[in-house]
């Protein structure tokens, strides 16, 4: 769900938004994700991957605590990436 959030982010023709104004601000960490306590996620962005000036690199970052048997166990974490383009 963020990551489709940060992709209409960059190709939104709002002045406030748009591939010149992707950064990890925008897209502040989650301490926790609302209805899922148990779970928080981060947005970080990667200017010039590659030495490239029109692609940015996107990581989002799912951690969570498994359930168990006894309880919860101890937090991991789980991370997508996906490339975006200027246009």
Known sequence: QRLEQVRAFVVSTDPA?????LNSAAFPAESSITGYPNFRRTVTITANPGGNADLQLVTVTVFYKPIKSTGLSAETSMSVNSLVSRR
């Open 17 to 21: 938004q748009g591939f010149s104004n």
